[in-house]
T-cell receptor
């Protein structure tokens, strides 16, 4: 069966520090991968999606970037965090039928 | 601009009642529709998906889709306190989703 791993679960970072969040999927090949952000009490905002290695599409302008160095690995990065980057970051994958399944999420607080 | 709208709630229903959650979407080109449940502090989990007009039942859950009215709903029968959560409606466009803001459901014992 397919599983998705996302870490860390919680992260507290100072403004201006770098960020790296990692997501890996097991049990499937060539999945579509997604990064979402959810602000407190808000809906999910799609940040990036990827249909294959090295193929990244950005949905919103921001100081974040994403990379997909391997088929089942998706990384969200920032060189310098802003206060507004705080939120709940969710990685998701989909395969056939385009049904998306979510990882456990990373709660990021930028102070 | 593709939009998905939901009443934010909270929607309060007594235990054992039917909870009815509604969602409307703006783009007639949408082909797939999903309901996710999200407990506080947790990630969304898929409850149901529906692609065709009509009803789809899975246990206590029924999804209803009306493409002409651009409307999708979720009915929860015999509501339990454990159903208290935020319910997210998602509309699929190709490989991507647009999520609604979610409806918070509270089932009162």
């Amino acid at each position: 069966s397919q599983t998705i791993h996302q870490w860390p679960a919680t992260l507290v970072q100072p403004v201006g520090s770098p960020l790296s969040l990692e997501c890996t999927v097991e049990g499937t090949s060539n999945p579509n991968l997604y990064w979402y952000r959810q602000a407190a009490g808000r809906g999910l905002q799609l940040l990036f999606y990827s249909v294959g290695i090295g193929q990244i599409s950005s949905e919103v302008p921001q100081n974040l970037s994403a990379s997909r160095p391997q088929d089942r690995q998706f990384i969200l990065s920032s060189k310098k965090l802003l206060l507004s980057d705080s939120g709940f970051y969710l990685c998701a994958w989909s395969a056939e039928r385009n049904i998306q399944y979510f990882g456990a999420g990373t709660r990021l607080s930028v102070l | 601009q593709k939009e998905v709208e939901q009443n934010s709630g909270p929607l309060s229903v007594p235990e054992g009642a039917i909870a009815s959650l509604n969602c409307t979407y703006s783009d007639r080109g949408s082909q797939s529709f999903f309901w996710y449940r999200q407990y506080s502090g947790k990630s969304p989990e898929l409850i149901m998906f529906i692609y065709s007009n009509g009803d789809k039942e899975d246990g206590r859950f029924t999804a209803q889709l009306n493409k002409a009215s651009q409307y999708v709903s979720l009915l929860i029968r015999d509501s339990q306190p454990s159903d208290s959560a935020t319910y997210l409606c998602a509309v699929g466009y190709g490989q991507n989703f647009v999520f609604g803001p979610g409806t918070r459901l509270s089932v009162l014992p």
